[in-house]
């Protein structure tokens, strides 16, 4: 598997040394060549600044706090790319910094399978419509029913590294057949490979799994005609076997 590499530095923009003679520090973040910063909200005298050590140094003024600071947002970022890492297998700049500012990810927001009742699925279908042309295309993909049933949702571990965290992630799904709902449990152990310290995250994920008769009657109540259905992935008939099935709705 291709793994990101990722760099946080902290830097002084001297361009903007104010007429107190001090300038912001910004956090840079550099994932595969793709570099974005942002201003961690406190300046220094460029003289007081350690580039190589990374840090602020003085004799007349102490810098703990500062340093605390900086090594607090660097930690912060590191459990947030691995997360992201053990996730989805890869990462990107900007996902990195909205998370940090814990801003919504726009990642999930039009992931069918999010949308767990029958009024939110209406609402959005109907919203997409309203956004088509004329015989416009609307193209997703779903849980499929008859396989989830088949084979059931297993539990699964996945373990990642670079050299300053070690990540494992659990994931134990509980099954609600009466809903079409699958709850997918995470479970994330970042550790700090310098200080052995381990911080646990949980979140939880419903998932709705459809069946192809049940997303054509949606379809027909909010104006879109099924033109095609296939796995995801391959073009395949959908099976037992299908997780994934992709759905091409038309606009009528």
Known sequence: MHQEKISILFVINQAKTNQKGICPIYCRITINKNRKQFSVGNSINPKDWNSKKQLAESKLIDYKSLNAKLSIVKQKLNNIYLKQLIENNSVEVDEIINLYFKKASKKEDSVISYLTNNEQLVECLNTVNNHLNEKGIFIFDVWYTPAVYMQKPET???????????????????????????????????????????????????????????????????????????????????SENTWGVCFVLQKK
């Open 156 to 238: 699964r571990v996945k373990r990642i590294s670079d050299n300053a965290i070690q990540g494992t992630r659990i994931a134990e799904s509980t099954i609600h057949f009466n809903e079409n709902v699958v709850d997918v449990n995470y479970e994330i152990h970042i550790q700090n490979k310098a200080n052995g310290i381990t911080e646990v995250y949980q979140e939880k994920h419903p998932m709705r799994h459809f069946s192809i008769p049940e997303i054509a009657l949606l379809a027909e109540l909010t104006n879109f005609t099924v033109i095609k259905t296939e796995e995801f992935g391959t073009q395949e008939k959908p």
